[in-house]
Structure formats: structure tokens, C-alpha cells
């Protein structure tokens, strides 16, 4: 697929879809899910993205030049944008059912304000920063590939640092394995591809 049938891909995603984008350059990593959130957002959906390849400030400024009104969302509650250390890897540890918690937490508040839905995504390089990779595989094959959880989910990772790892075939698979779908983005082309 091409980059524009990877964008209408992703705007177009519903409750439930769980997906896992692999990018190299972090310009399609923000244009991925920029995208895919504002969609969101224009669609009175409330939005959230855990931040951990850059601080939370530097992801707003990446968004505000995106075109998304950060300061507007934020000030309504619809986009909240958060710092790893707060949601997936607190205090150094990381708890499966903290976390899955929080998200349920963040939906049942959307819910009660009147949004359509919920769109996250979260940036998974702090785990390989932190040396949890049996953790993120065990958290990630706990939201299934199809989420019990009523909200919209990308995944997103940066190749380089699956690459690293010893068995970085067996752990990209086991990580593909627990998504519905594999956005794949490169310097010829996204593709989307259902697994």
C-alpha cells in the first residue's frame, strides 16, 4: 500500500483495533499518528499518547506544527499527552494491570464527558530503554490482538531498537502476533497489512 492508503487506514480506525506501527524516521512515525489522532479528535473522539521517544513538550510542539490545536484540546480535555514515567514504567517498575488500568480509567472518564470514543497510542522504546522486553511482550500479548478494552490503540515502534535485541526475529514476531494489524512505514512506502 501507499503512504496515503496508510494515513486513510489509520483515520479510519474503530473500537477495539489494535495495531502496531514500525517506523525508522520519526517524521513517519508523527505523520502515522498525528494523523490518525486528529482524525480522532475532529470526530469528538478524546485522545491521549504516551510519550517516551521524546518529553511530552517536545511531542505538543511536533503536534501544534502538525496542525492539531494542542492548547485548545488540552484546555477542553480531549487530548492528554503523557509522560512514560506516569503510565507504563512508574516509580522503575512496570505492572501489567496498573497499566491496563489506567487505560480503563481514561476510557470510563471519556465516556462520562460525552466523547465518541478513545484514540491512544503510546511510543514502546522506553521498555527496551528499561531492559523489560519480556514484560511489553506479556503486556502486549494481555491486550490481545483484537482489545477487550472498548478503545482504539497504535502501538508504536522504532525498528532500530527491536533490532538490538537478542532474538530480534522471534521478538518482532511475537509482537506482530499480538496486533489485528502491521503498519510497516519506510522510505518507499506504508503498508498496512491484517494479519
Known amino acids: ?60 510542539e511536533a503536534m501544534q506544527e502538525f496542525g492539531i490545536d494542542v492548547k485548545r484540546y488540552e484546555q477542553k480535555g480531549t487530548l492528554k499527552i503523557i509522560d512514560y514515567r506516569d503510565w507504563y514504567i512508574i516509580g522503575g517498575k512496570f505492572d501489567i494491570s496498573k497499566t491496563i488500568s489506567l487505560w480503563k480509567s481514561l476510557l470510563k472518564d471519556a465516556e462520562a464527558r460525552g466523547f465518541k470514543g478513545l ?15 519480556n514484560e511489553l511482550v506479556e503486556y502486549e500479548q494481555a491486550l490481545h490482538r483484537t482489545l477487550e478494552i472498548p478503545l482504539t490503540a497504535i502501538c508504536a515502534y522504532n525498528t532500530e531498537a527491536i533490532t538490538k535485541e537478542k532474538g530480534e526475529i522471534e521478538l518482532l514476531l511475537d509482537l506482530i502476533k499480538a496486533h489485528s494489524t502491521v503498519i510497516i512505514m519506510g522510505p518507499k512506502a506504508g503498508l498496512v497489512k491484517t494479519i
Not at 494515513?7 to 480506525?13: A, D, G, L, Q, T
Open 119 to 133: 484514540r491512544v497510542t503510546g511510543e514502546m522504546s522506553c521498555f527496551f530503554k528499561h531492559k523489560m522486553i
Open 1 to 60: 500500500m501507499e503512504k496515503n492508503e496508510v494515513f486513510e487506514f489509520v483515520r479510519k480506525m474503530k473500537a477495539r483495533d489494535h495495531v502496531i506501527l514500525l517506523y525508522t524516521d520519526p517524521k513517519d512515525k508523527y505523520e502515522v499518528l498525528f494523523g490518525y489522532l486528529k482524525a480522532g479528535l475532529e470526530k469528538s473522539e478524546a485522545a491521549a499518547y504516551v510519550a517516551s521517544e521524546e518529553t511530552p513538550e517536545q511531542v505538543k
